[in-house]
């Protein structure tokens, strides 16, 4: 395994870059609660290797940290662990699955449902993190109506992108063996 | 290669350009955690003072900061709405259907947009005065007692180099190939949120192939010239705390026991 470590490495880079390349390149609908951030799409890819959980880790923390219109810290650290568990956990349930088109519909659904129950969990959190009493009323503004407002809002601009990504993906997948 | 300007970072002669990245880390990641205990509004004086001194040492204009803020603007808009109308609380100040603005609601909406502009402006400080590329050696560095857990710390920092210098790069190719296939009549822009998303596929695929490509290639350099693990490689700039990082950190630590005692105290 070891001549293979560069290789390993490069290819890991180059999808964190790819990642990070899509989000900037496509700017203007990428950040903030309604969002439509089209290199979500590639999620799919860590149904392929495990590689890509980190890859697509990478990826998130450099397009959040270089892009102008992200909210700073708590995307840096929570985006980053948010999309590492839910690439983690797309691989390991797709792992066994041969058929590509059902490891996408795995994906699909772990990413649009665990991701994003992460993403409003992250905005929840972001928000109202504080020291016990932080905040004059003692109470905490609603923590489970906040997060379903965030979800509902989260989630329409990231099937979207799934759909998108399930295409290409699927495409890519005949061209080139994803899972090597 | 284009000149197209990733990140934030403009290049600068300032104190807090030269500090070193670790510092400016550590220190964001103390404002921070500082920031979740602020529940009056002179803990939030103190640190919109903190915040504004530090803004003027780095000798950037303001409009930079505030161009930071803009984007989060909707996002911070929407999140105000739902402090007021989730909070609860008395007294009720206006009251429609089901729907009841309270007074403590109405402090947890300032106060978290207080909170939230203050970070803001503090990772923005941090990014408009760090290059990506000494966050990654710096990020490195502080995350080395995590080798003892067996995570691969120089390997991971390796990547992220590889892959920040692979991004103008790959903006570039994104670019190319859809003036490729604009050329050939493709359009990007027009028609409804179907057909825009199909013209995406024709320009993922030759971007995706292509990447995937110059990986291979790199690991092939790499290897040529005697790569063997990101563990045993020497680096080129080697970060060392000076004077300025002491004064920085001595100047965290009062603005740390100005905040504490006003929290306390007042």
Same mark, same amino acid.
């Given at each position: 395994m070891k001549q293979n470590r560069a290789r390993e490495i490069t290819l890991t880079a180059i999808v964190a870059a790819i990642y990070a390349a899509i989000t900037l390149s496509m700017m203007p609908i990428a950040f903030g609660p309604v969002q439509l951030r089209l290199s979500e799409g590639l999620n799919h890819l860590s149904a392929f290797n495990k590689r890509y959980i980190l890859a697509l880790g990478l990826g998130v923390f450099i397009a959040n940290f270089l892009s102008p219109t992200s909210l700073g810290w708590v995307d840096w650290v929570f985006g980053t662990l948010g999309t590492v568990i839910m690439t983690a956990v797309t691989y390991w349930l797709t792992r066994?699955?041969?058929n590509t088109i059902i490891k996408i519909l795995i994906s699909t659904i772990v990413v649009s449902t665990l991701g994003m129950a992460i993403l409003a969990a992250e905005f929840v959190l972001a928000f109202n993190l504080s020291v016990h009493n932080a905040f004059p009323s003692g109470s905490n503004g609603g923590l489970v109506a906040q997060w379903w407002a965030y979800y509902v809002t989260v989630v329409p601009g990231e099937l979207a992108s799934l759909i998108v990504g399930a295409v290409v993906i699927f495409a890519l997948s005949k061209i080139v063996d994803l899972a090597k | 290669m284009g000149n197209i300007m990733i990140g934030r970072f403009v290049p600068g002669k300032s104190v807090v350009h030269q500090l070193d990245p670790r510092t400016k880390i550590i220190g964001t990641f103390v404002f921070i955690l500082l920031m979740l205990w602020a529940n009056t509004w002179s803990t939030y004086l103190v640190a919109a003072i903190f915040v504004w001194f530090t803004i003027l040492l780095t000798q950037q204009p303001l409009k930079m900061y505030i161009d930071g803020l803009k984007p989060i603007f909707w996002l911070l808009a929407f999140t105000i709405v739902l402090q007021i109308f989730f909070t609860g609380g008395t007294p009720v100040l206006l009251h429609f259907g089901f729907i009841k603005v309270t007074l403590p609601g109405v402090i947890n909406a300032l106060f978290v947009m207080f909170r939230f502009v203050l970070i803001i402006l503090m990772s923005t400080i941090m990014t408009l005065t760090t290059p990506p590329t000494s966050i990654a050696n710096a990020l490195e560095s502080l995350l080395k007692p995590l080798k003892s857990l067996k995570v691969p710390v120089a390997e991971m920092a390796l990547m992220l180099s590889i892959a920040l210098r692979f991004v103008p790069l790959l903006m570039d190719e994104t670019q190319k190939i859809m003036n490729a296939q604009k050329s050939r009549g493709? /359009? #990007? /822009?027009?028609?409804g949120p179907v057909k825009r998303a199909k013209a995406i596929v024709p320009l993922l695929i030759p971007l995706f192939v292509g990447a995937l490509q110059r990986a291979l290639d790199l690991a092939n350099a790499m290897e040529v010239r005697g #790569?063997?693990?990101?563990?045993h490689r020497t680096k080129y700039r080697i970060l060392k705390y000076k004077k300025q990082d002491y004064q920085a950190f001595a100047s965290l630590l009062l603005f740390s026991i100005i905040f504490f005692s006003v929290l306390y105290l007042i």
């Open positions: 066994r699955v041969t | 493709m /359009s #990007f /822009s027009t028609g #790569f063997k693990d990101a563990e």
